[in-house]
């Protein structure tokens, strides 16, 4: 009698064991592939969004800021955690708070931001954050979890104003997971660290954004909008391990505000 009862109960625990397994492998996400779109599709859809960017928003034509970015863009190229080293960097002459990332290897940067950053440092710390999502293929996978292969590449050939004004709506202002957020956080710290820029100027930008943020009008900042864990952001950066850190300081001068 006693050994039926050890019986059943070993198999009452295994059965829960295994049902446990089960669920935890059902329950994880589903692993995505590091490329979904062909780079020659990739670069298309890439230059059709920037080309609905631009209808919507002028660009900044500033020689001061131009060599100032790219000094940054260029910094970043000399690490070996940077795969695309072509990177551009499009000023939006437009007063919003903002920068996104897009396919291909763009990123938009708003005059807004950049009127309230004071050095190239904090700018540098947006940029490398950007750059993670690329580098990542978080933007990729975002709007193929959206939209799908087939509507994406539909939507370069003729799409709806309805669908073209969702997928820029994806792009220019949806917010990425919490994993995905706290994924490019590492990205950016590390690759700062490896350019030699002090990671803590990640928490800088976004505690300044963090201030900022119920000032901010149209586009919300995607970094921060609706992540309530900003604060230990923040502190992540501000304890980054940084000994042995190489503080390289950049050559061109700070642009501050906006001027031809």
């Known amino acids: 009698m006693t050994g039926k009862i050890f019986r059943d109960a070993f198999l009452l625990v295994g059965a829960f064991i295994i049902a446990w397994l089960v669920f935890s492998y059902l329950s994880k996400p589903v692993s995505i592939p590091d490329q979904f779109i062909p780079d020659e599709q990739t670069e298309k859809l890439a230059d059709w969004i920037d080309e609905q960017i631009t209808r919507n928003f002028d660009r900044l034509d500033d020689h001061n800021w131009e060599e100032a970015l790219g000094e940054i863009v260029d910094r970043f190229a000399t690490s070996d955690l940077v795969n695309k080293v072509n990177y551009e960097i499009v000023v939006l002459d437009n007063s919003d708070v903002n920068a996104f990332a897009t396919l291909g290897t763009r990123i938009y940067v708003f005059r807004g931001l950049l009127e309230l950053i004071d050095q190239h440092e904090e700018i540098a710390a947006v940029i490398a954050h950007e750059i993670a999502h690329v580098e990542l293929n978080h933007v990729e996978q975002k709007l193929i979890t959206e939209f799908g292969i087939v509507v994406l590449l539909s939507v370069f ?37 490896d350019t030699g820029i002090d990671p803590a100027y990640l928490g800088i930008v976004f505690r300044k954004l963090k201030e900022s943020e119920p000032g901010l ?35 061109t001068p700070w642009p501050g505000k906006s001027s031809e």
Request: net charge negative; glycine share 8%; hydrophobic share 40%.
């Open 157 to 193: 050939t003729g799409g709806d104003l309805l669908l073209t004004g969702e997928v820029l709506r994806a792009i220019s202002s949806g917010a990425f997971s919490r994993m995905k957020e706290r994924e490019a956080d590492a990205f950016a710290l590390d690759l700062m660290y």
């Open 217 to 251: 009008s149209g586009l919300n900042f995607q970094i921060i909008s609706t992540h309530p864990d900003i604060n230990s952001r923040i502190r992540n950066a501000f304890e980054f391990e940084k000994s042995g850190l190489e503080d390289i300081p950049f050559e």
